[in-house]
């Protein structure tokens, strides 16, 4: 685990800078020759990767402030260093202007940057406190005034049980509902948040085509206007949510949690439901099986847990209960799907029992006829069980 680093800045040691920037960042050059001067009492590290970034911050060493060229921000390395009680300042060298306080840094800078603006820099940063504060903040759809945030849905549940249906059954029912907010419409997104590409197989799309990984990259940088993450949202048939597909590769479970809470902040400022495929939570380690999924049935405003019945199917399901209320905490409330479920009233009852949960937060659904085939043809989900989902996830978010 990270630990702080002690307070920078002695009359034993000088003060050490970090400086990170791209190819033609002259600033850094222009820094190292004033730090070897004898009037400085700065010590520059001029770096020329995140690792080397990195390695010097896991070193120990009292680092007062990072500077980070605007050409190669990363909203992970601004965390990371965050974790290290070390701020960052984004040095602002080329590009469009980047909001550097949605991306975690304390100050920006402005080229040519010079030894009395790191100086006034340094002082102002030592007068302040460290900040507890989040770097992560809300942001409004339209990025000038604010919105009712969107609805977020994280479906998940034990393997082969059926997850991905789940999400496409209940992104069917909310795009279908009435629009009760003018801005948004009905308009809903599915988000394959797995490292599988069940999401594409079931909509017939290409994995490759673009989708999670190239939100992910998006976001690392900085806060995207929605029209771009709308871009990466693909549209099938007569399907009427929009798709995300996920990546094979794993880009979303191998992210940060800084990055994928950029993510679901981007998606929630662009559509009205966002319905997110967290797959199957990790039994070793639940918060870090899925970085988007985790964090996504960590603060969505409803839940939807999906297994089968049986001794194995229950046990299993009861297994992922358990990790979707340690990422929520006790208490938590989800709603229970039971997938190819028995048609005997008591072998339902027995189901419930075995759960310990309230009857009215499972949903058992049959099994779907000719299901792989309404995959294969991307034909129309039934309505009729999709609504049956869809309910008690309703009464979830409006609660």
């Known amino acids: 685990m990270a630990e702080p680093h002690p307070p920078a800045g002695s009359a034993a040691s000088p003060r050490i800078v970090l400086g990170l920037a791209g190819g033609r960042g002259e600033w850094t050059a222009r820094l190292s020759r004033w730090a070897m001067s004898a009037t400085s009492d700065v010590e520059f590290l001029r770096c020329l990767s995140a690792t080397e970034v990195r390695a010097v911050l896991g070193a120990g ?138 999401v594409a197989l079931y909509h017939d799309l290409d994995p490759a085509s673009g989708g999670i990984r190239e939100l992910i990259e998006m976001h690392r940088r900085d806060r995207v206007d929605p029209a771009e993450v709308r871009a990466l949202t693909q549209r099938v048939g007569n399907r009427p949510y929009g798709v995300i597909v996920g990546d094979p590769l794993g880009s979303a479970v191998s992210t940060s949690s800084t990055t994928a809470a950029a993510v679901l902040d981007g998606l929630g400022r662009t559509f009205a439901t966002v319905v997110v495929d967290a797959g199957t939570l990790s039994p070793a380690s639940p918060s870090g099986s899925s970085s988007i999924g985790a964090l996504a049935v960590s603060c969505a405003q409803a839940v939807v847990v999906v297994g089968r019945s049986g001794l194995h199917g229950v046990h299993r399901l009861v297994e992922c209960a358990d990790h979707v209320t340690l990422l929520r905490g006790p208490g938590a409330r989800f709603t229970t799907v039971c997938a190819a479920a028995p048609r005997s009233p008591a072998e339902r009852r027995a189901v419930v029992a075995e759960l310990e949960i309230d009857r009215r937060s499972v949903v058992f659904i049959p099994t779907i006829n000719r299901l792989e085939r309404v995959h294969r043809d991307v034909a129309r989900l039934p309505g009729s069980i999709a609504e049956s989902i869809a309910r008690p996830v309703r009464s979830l978010v409006e609660t």
């Open 61 to 198: 060493r009292p680092v007062t402030v990072l500077l980070l060229d605007s050409a190669v921000v990363d909203r992970d390395l601004i965390a990371e260093a965050h974790r290290f009680g070390v701020p960052t300042v984004l040095v602002h060298s080329t590009g469009p202007p980047l909001d550097w306080a949605d991306l975690g840094c304390v100050a920006t800078l402005h080229e040519p940057v010079g030894p009395t603006e790191v100086m006034e820099l340094i002082e102002a940063i030592e007068a302040q406190p460290p900040s507890p504060a989040p770097l992560m903040r809300a942001r409004s759809v339209d990025l000038d005034g604010p919105l009712d945030p969107a609805v977020l849905i994280a479906v998940t549940g034990t393997g082969g049980c059926g997850v991905t249906t789940v999400a496409m059954l209940i992104a069917e029912a909310f795009a279908r509902r009435p629009a009760d907010r003018p801005t948004h419409g009905h308009d809903t997104v599915l988000v394959d948040a797995t490292d599988t590409d069940g």
